[in-house]
Structure formats: C-alpha cells, structure tokens
C-alpha cells in the first residue's frame, strides 16, 4: 500500500483540465484541511458509479440538476436511511438500465469523495463505485450475473432517462474531461489508468461559482492499491468485439446482436472451407444490412462485395459503423431480386476476375432463396455457401415431409441435405467446366438453431474424365464382373495356347477315344462272362 503519483496518469489523457483548474495538491489530510478554512455545516450523501467495459467507459450527458450540460458517471442523492450500495444498484438501473445485484455493487466500492465548495456550506459525500462489465448479444439474464463473477450486459438494453444520456466513450484516454467536473481529471484518470484496484479517499475544495467555474483550489487524494485485488484481466479486443462494440456505440439496431453473431459465424465457416487469400468479389444474396457482406470484406482479400436484395433494411448503419474497418474497398447495394440481380451480377464480376475468386452468400434466406441461391451460382461456376431458414416441402404430396415423420428427421434438415445433394449432383457445374465439393457445416446452435452452412466449393474439372463418363466405365466393370464364368472358359483356352477354332477338333478326337475305350471295356466284359 502507499501513495501513487496522479499526475503521471493524468498525461496520457488527451482532454485533461489544465492544471490552473485543478488547484493545489496536498500531501496530507491535515495539509488540505488547513488550507481549506470553511469547515462544512452539513453533509449530503450521494452514489456515483463508474461503469467500463474493457477499456471502454458509459458516460451520461446530463439533461438537468446538477452538471446539466456536462458528462459524468452515472448516480444520484441517497433517499432518505438508504445505504450507498443499494442506491448506487438502483440509480445504475434508473440512469442506464442495467442491473448490479447488491452483493457485486459491494465488492465494487471504490472509496469516498468529499467537494467542499468556497461559496455553498454544504459538503457532498460521494460513495464512489466501479463496475466492469462484459457486454453480450444475448439478453441479459439477472440469475446468470448473480451466479457469476461478470455482469453480462446486452448493450441494446442499455437506455437513458430524462435526467442522462448515456454514450460509449471507446477509449479511456479520449473520454470528454474538458466537459467533466474538474476533479475528474484527478481521481477517474488515476481510476482508468491504474491496473490494480484502487480505492480513494478524496478531499476536493472548489472555487466559488459552480460548475460555470469549474475550477479546484485545493485538493487532496488518499489513494491505497490492494495488491491482492487485482483487476479483473481485460479481454483482448477481438476484431469480433471491435465490430461488435463500434456497431452497438453507434446506436445500430439492424443488424441486430443476433444478425451480427451470425454473421460472424457463417463467415468463420466460410473463411474455414475456401482460400480467402485467393478471394475477390463476394455477393451477399438476400443481405439486408449487408453485415455479412461487410464480414467478409473486412476478413478476406476481397475488394468488392455486392449485397443483392429487393429491401433496404439498414444499408447505412454498416457503413456508418464500419467503413473505416474497409477504407480501400467497395460494398454497393442492389436492391432488387435474386432471380435478376444475382446473375447480372455475377455476369459483371466474371467480367473482373475469374470464378474461383467470386463466392456468393446467403446467411438465412428461406429455403426457396437459397435453393435458386445455389442453382444460379453453380450454373456460373463460382463459390457458392448458404445457411437455409424456413425450410418447406415444395414436393407434390409432401413427400419429404411424411419421410421425415417416418424415419423422425426434422424436415429442416432434411430439405438442408436434398439442397447440398442437389449441389453435388453429376451435372452440377458440368456446364461452367467445373465441378462441386459439398460439405454441411455448422454454426454454434445457441446463436441460431438454423446453424446448418452448405458449403459448396467449386473446383476446374480441365482434363478430368466427366463424372457421367467415370460411373459409365464403372457400369461397364460391373457388367464384365458379371459375366465373368463365361469371359473365364474363354480366358483358360487362352491359357492353353488353343485357338477357339480347334475346341471342335479337339471335342471329336475326345470323342472317338473315350467311344473307343468304351468299346473296348464292353468287348472284355462280354469275354469275361
Ligand atoms: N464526477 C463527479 N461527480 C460528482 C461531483 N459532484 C457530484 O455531486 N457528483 C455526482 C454525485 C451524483 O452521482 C451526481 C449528482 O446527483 P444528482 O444531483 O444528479 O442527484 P439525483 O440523480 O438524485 O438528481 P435528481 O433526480 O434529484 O435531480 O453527481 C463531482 O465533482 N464529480
């Protein structure tokens, strides 16, 4: 335990107060307490929570009270006999909606904060906090962050109220201190930057003149580190999380959380199953949003994708949250329907690169979009993956469908195995002078159960024997097998070294002796008797 230097944090912070408006600081308690004459009459209390999520901060813009027009953490007046820890659980969730049960709120206490100010008697008692969440596309289940150490925040649940505002500040260092009380830029730096887990006793004496000053004259921070409580470790921010964060700080709602998981997944499998090195155009069928499309150009060398869909469903969000994840590459919209667009399109790429660079996608069309998804890519020969959703019987009778009761398969995968028998039939891509190696592959189930991806990879079949021509051969081997008693007389007599045209001479020269030695027998016989 013992005193840090705050002023070394302080410097990696890009919009710290100036050190004229943070006054004096004091070594000592008895130091600040001498040099602050007007002793406080009396006393309010308050909660104050400053919540992060790696190394990212939720900040509120406040609407009115006290430090209107400026961002602080989130918190509030005691009410009357409640205590600081169920306070700070009950002004988290009415500023920001999210929930801290009681028991982590204590752990997460921090210290206490004392302003005392030139022109108001009145001292104000911060109870300081500090929550680390994890956020998560998922919804947020109170039991689960009971159970466990992490508070799992589904970041579309976040909201304000009348009073705040809250925002994302993705970077500790960039967090807005030029438009914060003054003592922020003292005790929340050292907080944000400290890697162990501080907790503060902090005397701050201000100017008169309020906020509109905004000026410390005196200040003194007790700070103690707690070797044994460590931080928990930050996450890395994974591109997943980055895209993910970016997207939901930008108040994205389409593609929803579920949308990005996803996608996200679908593009693993994809990166998994073909040289993404080696990709050039990526057309995103029924794309919506075009997060996926988005994806893939973010991680592959793609450098142009096409979403095809009549509907413009969210088409700016993924550019406003991402463009800059892509900034040499292109991502156009067309927004009409598959039947027409997908083959002008890939009519326009085939123009620009060859088959084996161009992969079309389709995460979550209905059955019947996918199907026409893979039949039109494979007439042209490219790369061609989907993940069905609302799978039907279009078969007359519904055949499939009482097959499936029959041998109790759901019919989703059922029509999911007839779409990739379809794909890796003889014909398929016989036409582009290619041929197909179809795979199922799977997402995780828990982000969607429709998690089948058909992975259909097209390869040049130049020089190779068509697959009609190799099972003829096949069929030709299985007959030869069949009749093989007869082609085996015929093989031993070529043993023997006969032609077949002295098998008759031979017959009748067996003939004659075997009559002959009959004959003889007989006449013994008859002698005998
Ligand atoms: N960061 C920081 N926070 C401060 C300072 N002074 C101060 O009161 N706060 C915090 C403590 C409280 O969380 C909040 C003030 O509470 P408030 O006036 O908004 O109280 P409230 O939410 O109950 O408001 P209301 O509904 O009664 O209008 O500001 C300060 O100097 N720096």
Not at 90 to 104: A, F, M, N, P
Not at 283 to 311: F, M, S
Not at 435 to 461: E, H, L, W
Not at 501 to 523: D, N
Request: charged content about 25%.
């Amino acid at each position: 335990m013992g005193h840090l230097r705050l002023s070394d944090c302080r410097k990696k912070f890009i919009n710290v107060l100036p050190e004229q408006q943070l006054g004096e600081e004091h070594s000592s308690l008895d130091s600040f307490r001498k040099a602050v004459k007007i002793a406080p009459r009396n006393r309010k209390e308050f909660s104050l929570i400053v919540l992060t999520n790696e190394n990212r901060i939720l900040i509120g813009l406040k609407h009115r009270g006290f430090g209107k027009g400026m961002f602080n953490s989130f918190g509030g007046k005691l009410e009357k006999g409640e205590d600081p820890v169920v306070a700070a659980c009950r002004e988290l969730h009415e500023e920001t909606g999210i929930s801290v049960t009681v028991k982590h709120m204590t752990e997460s206490k921090i210290g206490i904060l004392h302003f005392t100010f030139e022109d108001d008697p009145v001292e104000m008692c911060v109870h300081l906090f500090r929550v680390n969440v994890s956020c998560c596309g998922h919804a947020t289940d109170k039991a689960d962050n009971a159970a466990s150490e992490q508070i799992l925040v589904d970041p579309l649940t976040i909201r304000g109220c009348d009073e705040i505002t809250p925002e994302w500040i993705e970077n500790f260092y960039h967090i807005p201190l030029h438009n914060m009380f003054a003592d922020d830029s003292i005790w929340l730096t050292f907080v944000l930057a400290s890697k162990k887990k501080v907790v503060l006793d902090g005397w701050f004496h201000f100017l008169a003149g309020g906020q509109e000053v905004n000026t410390i004259h005196h200040h003194f921070v007790d700070i103690k580190t707690d070797p044994k409580s460590e931080l928990p470790k930050s996450e890395t921010m994974t591109l997943e999380k980055r895209l993910f964060h970016r997207m939901h700080s930008k108040s994205i709602i389409s593609p929803s959380p579920k949308e990005f998981n996803e996608a996200w997944a679908f593009s693993k499998v994809v990166k998994k199953s073909l040289r993404c090195n080696e990709l050039d155009c990526i057309i995103d069928v029924a794309g919506g949003h075009g997060a996926l499309a988005a994806i893939l150009l973010i991680t592959t060398a793609a450098t142009r994708a096409i979403v095809v869909d009549p509907a413009q469903v969210g088409r700016d969000s993924v550019r406003k949250a991402w463009a800059d994840f892509f900034p040499e590459k292109e991502l156009r919209y067309r927004h009409e329907c598959l039947r027409s667009g997908l083959p002008a399109e890939l009519e326009l790429a085939l123009k620009a690169t060859s088959r084996d660079r161009i992969l079309v996608v389709a995460c979550h069309a209905c059955q019947h979009l996918s199907d026409e998804t893979v039949k039109l890519s494979c007439k042209f020969g490219v790369h061609v993956c989907v993940m069905p959703c609302c799978q039907k019987d279009p078969s007359t009778g519904s055949s499939w469908k009482a097959f499936s009761k029959n041998v109790s398969f759901p019919i989703e995968q059922t029509m999911d195995i007839l779409l990739a028998g379809k794909a890796m039939s003889w014909n398929t891509g016989q036409e582009a002078g290619v041929r197909y190696d179809v795979r199922i592959k799977f997402i995780d189930s828990k982000i969607t159960p429709q998690n089948r991806v058909i992975v259909c990879r097209s390869s040049p079949n130049d020089g190779e024997v068509p697959r009609t021509e190799k099972s003829h051969r096949k069929l030709q081997q299985a007959y030869r097998r069949a009749h093989k008693r007869q082609k085996s007389f015929y093989d031993i007599s070529k043993l023997v070294g006969m032609h077949p045209s002295l098998h008759l001479v031979g017959g009748f020269i067996l003939g004659a002796l075997t009559s002959a030695l009959l004959f003889r027998t007989r006449e013994k016989i008859n002698a005998d008797l």
